[in-house]
């Protein structure tokens, strides 16, 4: 993180959030008075409002409002200092950590651009994968045409729970193509509050380099830290250092001190966080493999107060030859990155992994490989810029505008690899998404979806069918008996005609007969 962050200044477009503030920290509107006293607004000016105003909850806006448009102390902090001296500690603790937290500054600073955007169901539900929104606020926002100035305070919190969403934000964002310029922006701030932790295991872990946790980061206070394959040798040299002071120092220590229980002792009193390891350390050279994994390259102050303890003098040039060594090569090492370093990113673009990985079962070697496997040889022109944890761990990086066509074919080479060896989750190149896990599980599921309705759809048909088959089938046998009817008809018709014709002709011999006589 940057040495210093940009003052966040409120004005009385803010009324309503810091109103809401006060609400939720349950401080008392006839408190009101106090509260202005607090913040140094003009007593004159206080009483005036006394004067005119009778509802304490009234007074409280007018007093906010004086305060929000005249003062030259509009931040998140005096109001929280303020509301310290009024013995209002749990309000006090509440706005620091909700709303003077840095990111959820950035947010504040971009919420009426944030209001404006509508997102399409994709990335409504992207917001929702990302926790950065419940699943009845999903449903809200989509009743709400994709606007999201229904659920700003609830996107403020979730952010300021846990900055990797601000970058999550500003990603999904990048997704729409008018959102884009607030995304770069959001991404860009976000980026300047993040921190850059790169910690440096001891030679004797297997886990050397290992990826930030949420209780191992470094800040880099001095400015961004970058590095590039460029810098593997001398970070080898400055871990060899270290194996050098390990194998020439620990069998001094184990010769000198003959009591394993009185260094477990003064170790569990100075440094009560190693007592569950040195519980089952039964010789002293065991006991000095717990301390040299809690040990650091630019940190050896425990293997330091074990000397001075024991008085071990022969270990002492020891320390003092390693520690200049280690500020020589440090030196060198800033030299060469400020030599190398861009001077600015303006013909860089940006690179982003998100991987599934659970950070203490990784290291920076694990980095370098997935840079080899997604892009070859055009490996050694990315540069790392910062490593992020979050729900997944993210990997940003730079690279030359001019490769980007080549970076993108490599990576899409290379997918399966990523997503076999690496569990990728996600890999955007400038503003491209090369792959995105979360996108492609949605769209089976939609597949999914559609194949169930397509489905139903061809049961109904299929029942539709069955049903006018049936029907053809009943008018087929109307038909049929129809036909066997009117022939029967005809039969007996013409049975009766010649029944009928032999009738006339027994009555015409019966009348010639009756002639003749």
Known sequence: MASSRAVFRLDISHMKLVSNSLKESHFIDVDWFDLGVELNLPYPD?????????DSSQCLLECLSLWLTSANNRTWESLASALERMNQKQAATLIRNTYDDPASQIFQHYSDRISQV??????IQLLYTEGLITEDTQRKIERCGGSLSDTLRELMIAVSDDHSKLRSLGNILMELEEAKPLAQDIIKDCDGIMTTALVVGPVSSSKVNQLPTPNTTVSTSAGEFFFNAAHQSMFDEVRGHFGILRHKIVPLITKSISSVEELKSFLQLSFPELSAELSNAESINNIMNVVVKKCRVNNISMIKIIVIRFEITEAKPLISEYEEEVKT????????ISQNKPEH???FETIQFTLGWEPEEHSLDDIRNLLEEAFKELNKRIIVRSIHQ?????IICYAPHHLLAALLLKAQDNLTVLMKEFS????TIGHYTVYDERIKVMNNECLAEEIKLADGE??????LLDYKEGLKDGHMSMIKKRKEYIKRTQLMLSWSVQMLRANLAENKILKARASMV
Not at 118 to 123: F, G, H, I, V
Not at 458 to 463: N, P, S, V
């Open 329 to 336: 090569l440090c030196g060198s090492l800033k030299d060469f």
């Open 118 to 123: 509508s997102l399409t169901d994709s990335c």
């Open 390 to 394: 979050g729900n997944s761990i993210i």
């Open 46 to 54: 206080l009483k005036k409002i006394r004067a005119r105003f009778t």
């Open 458 to 463: 061809g049961q109904e048909l299929r029942t």
């Open 424 to 427: 990728l989750i996600r890999l």
């Open 345 to 347: 990113f303006n013909d």
